[in-house]
């Protein structure tokens, strides 16, 4: 079965940082954009950052200049580094290909930013 499988999530200070692992169980991943989701609780779930196969990225704008996304393709990992958090980035965390796909969805990861 293929899937993604989000890590790296906890219990963080605005300003702290948390580094958010996804790993793909197939190298077929590899071949995607790759995106970073999130979902806050009573708002719909938003794009945060994509990447491409060869490693060009896009980030929303609530998070440019302190969320980074990259990839390890080799290892079918894609991974979220968060700086400068804030409350306001509370949320689950999810990755999946872009634009998304039903079947790929997983159990996210819960980043919580305390004030």
């Known amino acids: 079965q293929v899937q993604l499988v989000e890590s790296g999530g906890g219990l963080v200070q605005a300003g702290g940082s948390l580094r958010l692992s996804c790993a793909a169980s197939?190298?077929?991943?590899?071949?995607?954009?790759m995106g970073w989701y999130r979902q806050a609780p009573g708002k719909q779930r938003e794009l945060v950052a994509t990447?491409?196969?060869?490693?060009?990225?896009n980030y929303a704008d609530p998070v440019k200049g302190r969320f980074t996304i990259s990839r390890d393709n080799a290892r079918n990992m894609v991974y979220l580094q968060m700086n400068s958090l804030k409350p306001e980035d509370t949320a689950v965390y999810y990755c999946?290909?872009?634009?998304?796909?039903?079947?790929?969805w997983g159990q996210g990861t819960q980043v919580t930013v305390s004030s």
């Open positions: 990447i491409t196969s060869g490693g060009s990225t």
């Open positions: 999946n290909t872009s634009p998304a796909s039903n079947a790929y």
């Open positions: 197939s190298s077929i991943f590899r071949f995607y954009v």
